[in-house]
DNA sequence: AGTGAAGTTGACGTGAACGTAAGGGATACG
DNA sequence: CGTATCCCTTACGTTCACGTCAACTTCACT
């Protein structure tokens, strides 16, 4: 299975991002491409280390907060204290994670509360004519 | 009901907030407390809404998204057209919010998975010394 | 009238996450 | 050999969300 390279245009085309933010990553090293001369080369591990990248984002995850736990992704060759206290870090990413998500449950929740009541308005807006004739 | 008044450093103790924040808010919009004189007193009704921008940042919105949000969270009088139009936003909105959310939980769950891996690890490290002596 | 605590308005500074040229190499094609 | 197309690095610019500092008011006391 011969390694699937893609250069870095490719990778924006994929990804949806630019160059510049894909250098930025490799600069806050979040990414490593493998160089060929000059050029930027992804394998198949970056692709999968840039999604999580940009789905942390979504989440609202700083780029530094990111590198941490994708330090824990590839939890290469450590010894264990480093394991145990990447252990412990992604504890508190997951208590986090879990917390933003039941907030966003009671936020949505809310949200389709607000939307209920407006359909109602509108409904009624609709049926009777109140101010404005047609 | 003597509506409840929270001056600015009220509700810097109560929400967490430095002055220069609320300010900063009021400046965008989001907030807009009543005065006293030159002061800024705070209803329950910014204490909600202060509350609603607090939440939202954790989900990852600008402040142009929430101050967005916030306007369809009090459609005071605003005529059919702008209600249809507030709806219509909030749809989109709750749409994000939603993919948010299932997405978030792919990433909890890919998360408890890595942990657990890590976990098995670290009791087969600590079981069975490998390498450093105690 | 004096002093201190709390609040106000500018205005400039800052860190994160990129955008945007400017100028230079490498490779392919006619 | 020219030039067209990518790609590279270096470096300064920008937006967002505030922090920080300066220079006043305003109010409560004493």
Redesign the interface.
């Known amino acids: 299975m011969p390694e699937h390279y893609l250069t870095i245009r490719q990778m924006c085309d994929a990804y949806d991002v630019t160059p510049r933010t894909l250098r930025f990553y490799e600069a806050k090293e979040l990414l490593s491409p493998v160089r060929q001369g000059t050029r930027r080369l992804y394998t198949r591990r970056e692709r999968a280390r840039l999604k999580l990248v940009l ?6 995850f700083s780029l530094e907060d990111i590198r941490q ?1 994708l330090d ?2 590839d ?1 290469s060759g450590q ?2 204290a480093q ?2 206290r ?2 412990e870090l ?2 508190e ?2 208590g986090d ?2 917390r ?2 039941d ?3 009671v ?2 929740d809310d ?2 509360q ?2 209920d009541w ?2 109602e ?2 409904a009624s ?2 049926s009777t004519s109140t101010s404005a004739a047609e």
């Open positions: 789905r942390g984002k979504r989440f609202g736990l824990l992704y939890t010894n264990l394991i145990q990447a252990h992604a504890k990413r997951l994670m879990i933003q998500r907030e966003l449950t936020a949505i949200l389709r607000q939307m407006g359909s308005v509108i807006l609709t």
